[in-house]
């Protein structure tokens, strides 16, 4: 039985004058859910968040994120305000109103209104896959792993170890591990699997999404349907379109790079944060942000906090322009080079070369050493955070940390101009020649062929190369451009 006004399970029964009590609205009912007194849902006027509870002996409201109390009116009797770990900088904290403290359920830390830490805990990765998606369990002491299901004690070894789950029906890797029936849920496709990879529930839904064409979508529970992130459209797992809604570009910075927000029905810019109703009218028109830090244009949009954050340097800088956390662009502790990306709901930048992760303070997250490719045994690798790959610029192999091959390729000859002077580009997956321009599969087949050039001036052909933003020619004997 839920209660009739907030839907929700948890409430207490009175005995003695035969009616329940929620304990979340307050409200009193009878077992035919008629109304004695009805009190409606009150979100904490503090931090907005919906995770109040009522308590019946002081006929007031407690704010479990941010430690609020309030009364029905709205009225803030002792105020408080919204706190991230000051030892992990995790968001994942609530208040314990008997202890009189804060806990972090990321990193199992403890700290007090004044933010002085009382019990300290440092263990920040699952050393099994390698994760930071950590819960600690104060009731039992010791880490879960979200990811993989592992259980971790509190010097960080493993009490019960598992492997990284990939899903048997997708094949992707965004699954979640469930304490509920020991196996995880794919957030993708829905399926469901148990811990030695057989199958309990399998869905088949389609490959992209039928709209927009992209792979960005994820399984509702609630209805049973998929949730496209960037065009919005909801479809059933035939294909079959329950809400249509197509894709756009964002008007105000020209990108691609909107997103459906299902809790305010509304799309927004991931650059420029511009902000669009339903139907693709603009709502806030922003420009597309520079970082004032480090004068870069490669910053996100974080559309809960309602802030920009820098992918290359991790300053948090408002709408208004004005530092929040100002920080600068820092070599990796490992490799020493400088294309690390900022990883702003981890709070953590990643190498783009070796794949070490390591925190603003240079200390590791993930120490990683530098690595070639296992192919054509070369030094122009970059690392793919999302799949945990490495990608050979070169050949276009993909291997993993730990030496084993995705995807193998041999290093190619042009067949244009015979020279071994080629890349190979993910984003379109072929070849392209950087002496002759020339453009090829895998299989050696054109794609568009072009014809080796001789520089104008000085006649040579070896030291002309294809420019490949500009489409032209460039000598570095001469310097000529044609």
Request: aromatic share 14%; charged share 25%; glycine share 4%.
């Amino acid at each position: 039985m839920r209660c009739p006004s907030c839907s929700k399970v948890a409430y207490i029964f009175d005995s003695r004058n035969n009616i329940y009590r929620c304990k979340y609205c307050g409200s009193e009912f009878q077992q035919n859910q008629e109304f004695l007194i009805e009190r409606t849902p009150l979100d904490c006027p503090s931090c907005r968040s919906q995770s109040t509870m009522y308590i019946y002996k002081d006929e007031v409201y407690h704010c479990r994120i941010c430690g609020t109390i309030f009364n029905s009116t709205g009225e803030m009797l002792i105020e408080r305000r919204k706190q991230n770990c000051p030892n992990c900088r995790s968001k994942a904290v609530n208040f314990n109103f008997s202890k009189n403290f804060y806990r972090c359920y990321s990193c199992g830390s403890v700290f007090d209104t004044s933010r002085e830490i009382l019990i300290r805990r440092d263990v920040k990765t699952c050393p099994s896959c390698e994760r930071s998606d950590l819960r600690y369990s104060f009731q039992n002491n010791y880490y879960l792993c979200v990811i993989c299901g592992s259980i971790i004690n509190n010097d960080g070894v493993c009490i019960r170890e598992r492997a990284f789950p990939i899903c048997p029906s997708c094949n992707r890797k965004h699954s979640k591990f469930r304490k509920e029936f020991d196996g995880y849920f794919c957030q993708d496709c829905g399926s469901i699997f148990d811990v030695d990879g057989t199958l309990i529930i399998e869905r088949t839904p389609p490959e992209r999404c039928p709209s927009c064409t992209r792979k960005y979508y994820r399984f509702v529970v609630e209805n049973d349907t998929y949730l496209c992130s960037h065009c919005g459209s909801i479809f059933n797992e035939e294909g079959d379109f329950i809400i249509y809604r197509s894709s756009f570009k964002c008007i105000c910075c020209n990108r691609n790079e909107i997103r459906f927000r299902k809790e305010t029905q509304q799309y927004y810019c991931q650059n420029c944060g511009s902000i669009y109703n339903l139907g693709g009218d603009v709502v806030i028109e922003r420009s597309s942000p520079i970082c004032p830090s480090c004068s870069r244009k490669h910053s996100a949009y974080v559309v809960e906090d309602d802030h920009y954050c820098c992918l290359t340097c991790g300053s948090v800088y408002g709408v208004d322009g004005e530092l929040i956390i100002e920080r600068i662009i820092t070599s990796c502790p490992s490799c020493n080079r400088k294309i690390s990306n900022y990883i702003f709901s981890k709070d953590y930048y990643v190498c783009g070369c070796c794949g070490s992760i390591y925190n603003p303070d240079r200390t590791f997250v993930i120490e990683r050493k530098r690595v070639s490719c296992l192919s054509c045994k070369l030094n122009t690798n970059f690392y793919v955070f999302d799949e945990d790959t490495y990608n050979c610029e070169i050949c276009g192999s993909i291997f993993t940390y730990t030496k084993q091959f995705i995807k193998e390729r041999p290093r190619p000859h042009c067949p244009s101009c015979t020279y071994r002077t080629v890349n190979f580009l993910f984003r379109k997956n072929y070849y392209k020649c950087i002496k002759c321009g020339s453009t090829f599969d895998e299989a050696g087949k054109f794609i568009e062929r072009r014809e080796p050039r001789s520089c104008p001036k000085c006649r040579t052909i070896t030291a002309v190369n294809f420019r490949v933003r500009t489409q032209d020619y460039r000598c570095s004997d001469c310097k000529v451009i044609f």
